[in-house]
């Protein structure tokens, strides 16, 4: 029995340890522990309720477009604003270039150093080594690609800042709709852009993922998955009926409709008090720091009681585009397959915009109501729900993707889709753990989502979904 | 190789205006300050506590040098945790190392805040003899043998949005977390990836760079944003926009540039594309001490609730006093 801690698990955003133990060269143990916490709720309680798209934003770096989107959609539903035709394309817009950067960044920044060698200098240098399993041609090739597709990912960003004004953290997703119009200048600006990384992805990207896949084909059976679980998103009409990617749940080999009622919050392993368990809409979150048997400051959301895994896998598996497996390299084959239609919906969305039409609707907040806002952030199903009363955010609460694959174990005994995934696979070289660190990566972990959570210590009402 | 003074240095640094970026202009200038010690590039340390990753994820949107030839070419990147291949044990003794072997030359870089709540709980990394170290204690440790210090983004210049009240996690600036030793700020949320570059090579070239009362490079913050503003006309006739996506100042809608000092509206963000004023969003103040409880709420005229001295009288041009310049 070996003891291999990684701490910090790098290339993934925010904070992000693993232990794991090795037997007879199999894992069989796994904790994986968030090690950073913020506290947003408590900070957004008493706040003008507006606020809270660009304050939520702040929660992560890497997917604000996401939280901004789930939150306006929360006080949309709580203000009762309708939003015009081309506030929904635009917001579909903004959040649909942000995935595009999101798996670009991940294959290529934040997965591709585990399965290619790259110069040895720092930040490269130094590294696991052993399974490195390219020849040099193509070593160098998918080397060069990084490079590449640093440019790649910043042009998507330029996509987004055209109708967002700034990214990381955007400025007009706002209630009621987006701030930013429509002009003739950005729906060009979009499309050019849009165009290079189209072409980008379906050439450099497709292939590099195939060369992956094909080296390192054993992955198709490392780092498995069971259940899998999405919110929806992007609205395809006014009304929402249609969205682009399905709700549901796919459990024991069949897909039924999800019910938002049956999500539950677990903290037995959790440096929380006992308090902060149930249904997201009625914990009342308070940390404890120093709580026995606790080991990360991740919850561990449940549907039903059992662990579900979110992310593109889940959403390319509801939409019937991908079913091959679930399994680590399904995951990164996914992510592509996601990254191409996504591309082209957005091409249709732009298509579709009317120039300088209404973008927005004025807002007014309420002095009392309630709102749920759910989405797919690019890592997985996300919900914000807010609670208005006085005009101001009384209570407000965030379920991440990354909450529920980075899942510490529950009360009964359950572990969290990541843990799940190590569980069992095989480690050869305890010194250079790379399965390990090619398991997590599949998930694209997000902690700073994951461990922002704590809500004021008094009595909660219920929340409607 | 060009040869700039540092007078020459700081007016490229405001020709904001110019056709070309900041780093396009400074291509020479940055390769001639990396150049510096032993071993080729400047080691450079970056160390993430209450953070979201935004001011890394805008570093890498940096537009000329590339962030690839900054990484290849220009820096050493010793410790990054979103970017560096090592993991682990492997990572941490990077900074060990680093900090052993650069004793007093490697530039130590903080994005987000320092949590000084429950011990130091709230943000841990690596692992001492089982024991988890805090983000705190690396800041500290690192912080004594580093050439200088640049607090990058608003958490880390001035607690930010995870200081914001009630401070769950009992959240510090870089400077409170530092033992006294001097800490160049670098606000924004996200920071500008020209802001952080070029306060790098103003440092590495020429030294520390004037800073504001704040402790901000007055190249960069020396100037009020609704002074710069593409909207000032709209101000100065009294052609206030009555909704977002409108035209006219957003001063009525809540823009908070009257009381932020950057060099946003001139340098804009990504490759130049937009601003958050320029997409019909009003300046929620992120470069400022004051944000988010005093930039807040974002969408409320600041007169209508603002501190003393930063009543605007409406309708009129205005000088405000602030910044240090």
Known sequence: MRRIVIDPVTRLEGHLKVMVEVDEGKVAKAEVVGTMFRGFEKILSGRDPRDAVFLTQRICGVCPADHATASALALDDACKAEVPENGRLLRNLMLGGNYLQSHITHFYHLSLPDYVQLPEIAPFSPHYTGDFRFNKETNEKMAGHYFQALNIRRKCHELVAQFGGKMPHLASIVAGGTSQNATPFRIKSARVLLGEVSEFINTVYEEDVRTIAAGYHDYFNAGKGMNLLTYGAFPMDAGGRANLFARGVYADGKISALDPARISEDVSHSWYNASSGGPPTEISTQADADKQGAYSWVKAPRYDGAVFEVGPLARMWMNGVYRGGISAMDRIVARMMEAKMMAGAMTGWLDELKEDGECEVAVEVPYEAEGAGMTEAARGALGHWVKIRGGRIERYEAVVPTTWNASPLDASGQHGPIETALLGLEVPDADNPLPVVRVIHSFDPCLACAVHLIAPNRPMSRFRI | ?325
């Open chain 2, 1 to 325: 190789m060009r040869n700039l003074d540092r007078r020459e240095f700081l007016r490229l640094c405001g020709a904001t205006g110019a056709a070309l970026s900041l780093a396009d202009m400074l291509k020479p200038e940055i390769a001639a300050a990396f150049a510096g010690p032993k071993e080729g590039k400047p080691p450079v340390v970056w160390l993430q506590g209450g953070a979201c990753s935004g001011c890394s994820v805008s570093l890498l949107n940096s537009v000329s040098p590339d962030i690839a030839e900054v990484l290849t070419g220009v820096i050493s990147l010793k410790f990054h945790q979103t970017l560096m291949s090592a993991a682990g044990d492997q990572a941490m003794n990077v900074l060990q190392e680093t900090r052993n072997k650069y004793r007093g030359e490697y530039v130590l870089i903080v994005e987000g805040t320092v949590p000084a709540g429950a011990s130091g709980k709230y943000a841990t990394l690596g692992e001492n003899g089982e024991k988890p170290v805090t983000f705190a204690k690396w800041v500290k440790d690192m912080s004594a043998d580093a050439k200088a210090i640049l607090a990058v983004g608003s958490c880390a210049s001035f607690g930010g949005v995870p200081a914001a009240s009630p401070n769950p996690t009992g959240s510090l600036p870089a400077s409170k977390a530092v033992n006294g030793k001097p800490v160049i700020n670098i606000p924004g949320c996200p920071s500008h990836p020209d802001w952080v570059l070029g306060t790098v090579v103003h440092l590495l070239n020429y030294g520390m760079p004037r800073l504001d009362a704040h402790g901000r490079p007055v190249i960069f913050f020396g100037k009020c944003i609704h002074d710069l503003c593409e909207r000032r006309p709209d101000f100065d006739l009294g052609v206030f926009a009555t909704r977002l996506s409108g035209n006219g100042c957003l001063y009525k809608m809540g823009c908070k540039g009257p009381m932020t000092f950057a060099d946003c509206p001139q340098r804009m963000f990504n490759n130049k594309t937009n601003w958050c004023v320029g997409a019909n969003s009003p300046c929620i103040s992120c470069v400022q001490p004051e944000f988010p409880d005093h930039s807040e709420p974002f969408f409320v005229k600041m007169a209508e609730y603002g501190p003393e001295g930063t009543q605007v009288p409406q309708n009129r041009p205005v000088r405000l006093i602030g910044g240090s310049n």
